[in-house]
């Protein structure tokens, strides 16, 4: 498949307050290809939230690159300079954030938060860019798109201002977006909307998206391949029916055995204790030796504390970061 | 056996808000009843505006009903004065959805949760601390947490803060608004085994208000589906999910699944 980006190795540290050092993300490598929807599955303090803001290098200032590539359409974007960063920010990757209510500017139409954004890659005219803004939002909204355009974000709902942001991220036809939990914030019907959106701006224009989040539930029926983060790093990457429905690291285990099972057929295990990761997720204050979910892995090994497990092909695209497979 | 709590026809209309033009009233709760028996939980879901909040702030003994009946402990609350009702609420608790939010950050845990001995009874603080300590240790935490301060603490940490300050007044009745949703899924399970344990350890009855059938399914003896302020569809967890009848309780089931038939229709590329 033709990758449109490719992460090699990324390794992302945070300066704290005390001098101290938190290594977010340690050795992440993945890649998109065109059109391709990937789920990436990761808790509180796995790093998902800091991969979305390294990808478009939007990190906070305690937050630097500490080591490897992302090769967007084969040029890197950690070694572009402001002016390149600004030119493919947006036109080439954009993102879609949590929080619409907030990532919307208050007191601008929406049409116009829209247009800004070819504003800043193009050479059209208010006019021209206004029709063009008009034709993104049909591509988002069905219905009464005049409305919408000279709506406030305050005069939508969660999810129009979910759509609205949406179409600024897709306004420059970008080849890949991410998005960090667009549905977070939505109810289960809005959020399955919203998903079906994403499927069909893929299917039509091709557009390749991220999709970060942390309910597993989501991803299946929707994305084509998912990838589990765990402390900074890949646990287990490959196709969404293989990971969900067959997943092989210890971890992605544990995980999808904490959601109450209440699929058609099984008996519901009413008030069941449900089984639950043992521990706590590491400090990333320390880089182990070892593997980082070792501490709290039921199958680890003796060599689990000192060997970094590299990952194992499963075949189709499964890889796995887990000893119990030589890779 | 005797309910816990007895709703009858509940109605809650908020006044229209707005300068100007005057926004018309609103009617969040439409005459809805439902009862809960002691032991057990009723799982109240339903999209966000269905109205399911609200009911759990009237259950709160927070707002004021429009119109029906509370009947709790031989009393009708919904015709109660504010004197009377500070003395029923500690039996009546209620737990937020985002525990970041619904604890004050400048105090210790210890004072967060031994607060509503302070507020309800005169207890002295030595006492009050010992209970303080009895009660974070039922949720899952030892006494060194009393010292510490939210900030210190994981989502799922504070949400067991919030829990023992619920339970610190010894309640009949836990109103459980969304606590699950903020949380990653392995702590969600943390929490819902607690929940579960302390049903079982002391007989609480729950009102356990969210979104996630799957969620409600697992933790619920019975569900009752709430669209547009009013009752749709409510029965037996087991019945409620494999036949559901109403449009909004397939919806919420459709959102819900990770079912092996969602998980066969992804397109292999």
Redesign the interface.
């Known amino acids: 498949m033709n990758q449109i980006l490719e992460v090699r190795d990324l390794r992302v540290a945070y300066g704290g307050r005390d001098g101290g050092v938190w290594h977010a993300l340690n050795g992440v490598s993945f890649g998109v290809g065109a059109g391709e929807i990937l789920g990436v599955l990761g808790e509180s303090g796995s790093g998902k939230s800091t991969l979305a803001a390294t990808l478009l290098r939007l990190l906070p200032a305690n937050g630097r690159i500490a080591g490897g590539q992302i090769l967007l359409e084969a040029a890197d974007v950690v070694q572009m300079d402001a002016e390149r960063l600004r030119s493919v920010r947006g036109r080439r990757v954009s993102i879609v954030f949590q929080e619409p209510s907030l990532a919307l500017h208050p007191t601008i139409r929406i049409g116009e938060q829209v247009g800004e954004v070819l504003h800043a890659h193009g050479t059209l005219s208010k006019r021209e860019r206004g029709e063009r803004a008009r034709g993104i939002l049909a591509k988002v909204f069905s219905g009464d798109i005049e409305r919408i355009f000279s709506s406030y974000p305050h005069e939508l709902s969660g999810g129009q201002q979910q759509r609205a942001l949406i179409a600024q991220a897709i306004a420059c036809e970008p080849v890949v977006v991410v998005a960090d939990e667009p549905t977070a914030s939505l109810d289960p019907t809005t959020q399955r909307e919203i998903l079906t959106l994403f499927q069909t701006l893929r299917d039509q224009f091709g557009i390749a998206f991220i999709f970060i989040t942390h309910n597993p539930a989501l991803l299946a029926g929707f994305a084509d391949r998912v990838l589990v983060l765990y402390a900074g790093k890949v646990a287990e990457v490959g196709p969404t029916h293989a990971v969900l429905s067959s997943p092989q690291h210890p971890y992605t285990q544990a995980l999808l055995k904490c959601v109450p099972q209440v699929a058609a057929g099984e008996a519901l295990r009413h008030k069941a204790l449900l089984p639950v990761i043992g521990g706590s997720a590491p400090s990333l204050a320390i880089l182990s030796r070892g593997c980082v979910f070792e501490p709290r892995c039921e199958e680890r090994m003796e060599m689990c504390q000192t060997q970094e497990p590299a990952a194992a092909m499963l075949g189709n695209r499964h890889e796995v970061s887990c000893l119990k497979f030589p890779a | 056996m005797e309910p816990v709590i007895r709703v009858e026809n509940l109605v809650k209309r908020h006044a229209g808000r707005g300068f100007g033009r005057r926004a018309p009233g609103f009617t969040a709760v439409d005459s809805v009843s439902f009862s809960i028996l002691p032991g057990t939980t009723l799982a109240l879901v339903g999209?966000?505006?269905s109205g399911k909040s609200s009911l759990a702030l009237c259950l709160a003994c927070l707002e004021r009903v429009t119109a029906g009946q509370i009947w709790f402990e031989g009393r009708d609350l919904a015709a109660l004065e504010e004197k009377e009702l500070r003395a029923v609420r500690p039996k009546l608790q209620l737990v937020f959805q985002d525990p970041a939010n619904s604890l004050n950050p400048r105090w210790t845990v210890g004072k967060i949760v031994a607060e509503p001995l302070l507020v309800q009874a005169r207890i002295a603080k030595r006492e009050r601390d010992a209970r303080a300590a009895q009660v974070l240790e039922r949720v899952g935490l030892s006494a060194e947490y009393l010292e510490r301060r939210p900030q210190e603490l994981?989502?799922g940490q504070r949400q067991r803060v919030a829990i023992a300050r619920a339970l610190i007044l010894e309640p009949k009745l836990l109103i459980l608004d969304e606590v699950l949703s903020a949380l990653?899924?392995?702590?969600?399970?943390?929490i819902?085994?607690l929940l579960?344990?302390l049903?079982r350890t002391y007989g609480l009855a729950y009102l356990f208000v969210t979104?996630?059938?799957?969620?409600a399914?697992?933790?619920a003896?019975e569900i009752a589906v709430m669209s547009r302020g009013k009752i749709v569809e409510q029965g037996a967890?087991?019945k409620i999910?494999?036949h559901a009848r109403c449009e909004e309780t397939k919806?919420?089931l459709?959102?819900?699944?990770?079912?092996?038939?969602?998980?066969?229709?992804?397109?292999?590329?």
Do not use: F, K, T
Request: hydrophobic residues 40%; contains cysteine; aromatic residues 0%.
């Open positions: 999209e966000s505006g994981s989502g990653d899924c392995s702590i969600q399970a943390q819902a085994n579960v344990e049903q979104h996630d059938l799957r969620m399914a697992h933790l003896d967890a087991e999910l494999r919806s919420l459709g959102a819900a699944s990770l079912a092996p038939e969602a998980i066969a229709a992804v397109r292999e590329r």
